[in-house]
């Protein structure tokens, strides 16, 4: 520390830091997307140097840093800690915010924009003619949509935007 006698600190000011060697803290950074489905006692998993270990959720800091959209929470370990871990090292975490599910997944695309998540393009079998499907979504990742009803797996689909289509029933293929 660098103190001196006398001097004022003023509440909230960082005075040192306190770093506990007989063990790791793991401070996980999360979209601020996930805050009302992150709390303490929820377990992730991360993979290291070929075993996957686990993390519980200690504390959760609720309160969104601004301009980065993200909050923290403290995780500890669960079990075996790594032997190689090191202090400052970064870790890809996997939280479990739910039970593991089947689902149908849609890549996401312009197609929302235009139908609103409402229907689809999908290929006849051939591949030649796609028509409009009904369909109904759910959740919804970065990355995908959760298809729960008017799709199959395997379905074949137009997810580029429809901006050009007009008020087609049909699209022919070419």
């Known amino acids: 520390m660098d103190a001196e006698v006398g001097e004022n600190v003023t509440k909230g000011q960082r005075l040192g830091e306190i770093d506990v060697l007989t063990g790791f803290k793991v ?12 709390y303490k006692g929820l377990t992730g998993t991360f993979d290291f140097a070929d075993k996957t270990y686990k993390l519980v959720i200690k504390k959760v800091y609720e309160q969104v840093k601004a301009g980065t959209g993200q909050f923290q929470v403290d995780m500890q370990f669960v079990g075996d800690v790594p032997k190689d871990i090191r202090v400052g090292q970064t870790l890809q975490i996997r939280l479990a915010l739910s039970d593991p599910t089947q689902a149908i997944l849609l890549p996401k695309g312009g197609f929302f924009q235009t139908t609103g998540g409402n229907w689809i393009f999908k290929l006849d079998p051939s591949g030649k003619v796609a028509y409009r499907q009904d369909i109904q979504l759910n959740r919804a990742s970065p990355d995908f949509y959760e298809v729960i009803g008017g799709l199959k797996p395997g379905d074949k689909v137009i997810t580029s935007s429809y901006d050009t289509y007009g008020d087609n029933q049909e699209l022919v293929l070419k």
């Not at 401070?27 to 489905?37: G, S």
């Open 27 to 38: 401070k996980v950074t999360i979209d601020e997307h996930y805050i009302a489905r992150v």
